[in-house]
């Protein structure tokens, strides 16, 4: 299976930029990379996705390394409602193509 | 605006009851899954479903049954709940199979969960 690494916990400051990491050295090149969101009791919520070019929408921005072994999230302007899980995802190799959910990163933003 | 509708919401079952999750989407997708999501842990695929009629294993298909009679319908059973399965269920679908749409900007969307309690 192609893995995801992201770091457990996190915390960032209201109004600052929060940048989530994910390492997914065993992605293969036609594999996507994808974040969604938790927030607490709620579905998970998609951000936003990218092959190999950086990608910016209303929610984020999510910068690709060259090797695309690693990508990080980038919410600009972090607010209290960004307090969620934050879940960097890839296709699963292998041809099973059944996205998995790891643990994610618990992001805090505090005033 | 509906999206993905789940219900109930909340449940209560005592071990050995049956029971169905109901999950109702009206975004015409084709595609659906059943996840289980527990403390601390990332979420678990149960069984997804390709198209009506259709129905197809996960990680974790044990204990549970689903049925596609309808494409806007995605039922989860558990014939014999277990403790074990105590859980909070959710539901998504989305229009293709994650990646292998045009662009890969096929992402799910998810209902707000099913909290299932087993005593």
């Known amino acids: 299976d192609a893995k995801t690494t992201q770091p457990p916990s996190m915390d960032c400051a209201e109004g600052r930029a929060a940048n989530l990491p994910c390492n997914h050295s065993?992605?293969?090149?036609?594999?996507?990379v994808y974040w969604y969101r938790q927030i607490h009791s709620q579905g998970p919520q998609y951000i936003i996705h990218?092959?190999?070019n950086n990608e910016t929408n209303e929610m984020a921005s999510l910068i690709i390394t060259e090797d695309r072994k690693s990508s990080t999230l980038i919410l600009p302007h972090a607010t209290l409602r960004d307090t969620a899980v934050y879940y960097c995802i890839v296709r699963v190799l292998g041809g099973s193509y059944i996205p998995t959910f790891g643990r994610g990163t618990s992001l805090i933003v505090h005033p | 605006n509906a999206g993905v509708t789940q219900t109930p919401k909340f449940r209560v079952l005592k071990t050995g009851q049956s029971m169905t999750l109901l999950c109702a989407q009206d975004m015409n997708h084709e595609y659906m899954y059943w996840y289980r999501q527990d403390p601390g842990m990332g979420l678990r695929l149960i069984h997804y479903s390709v198209g009506e009629g259709t129905t197809a294993k996960g990680e974790v298909p044990d204990g549970y049954n689903v049925s596609r009679l309808k494409k806007q319908n995605f039922l989860l059973g558990l014939e014999s709940a277990a403790p074990s399965q105590t859980s909070v269920y959710f539901c998504?679908?989305?229009?293709?199979?994650?990646?292998?749409?045009?662009?890969?900007?096929?992402?799910?969307?998810f209902g707000d969960g099913t909290r299932l309690s087993i005593l």
């Open positions: 990218g092959l190999k």
């Open positions: 998504a679908s989305s229009y293709s199979w994650w990646s292998q749409g045009r662009d890969g900007n096929q992402p799910q969307h």
């Open positions: 065993t992605i293969s090149g036609n594999e996507y």
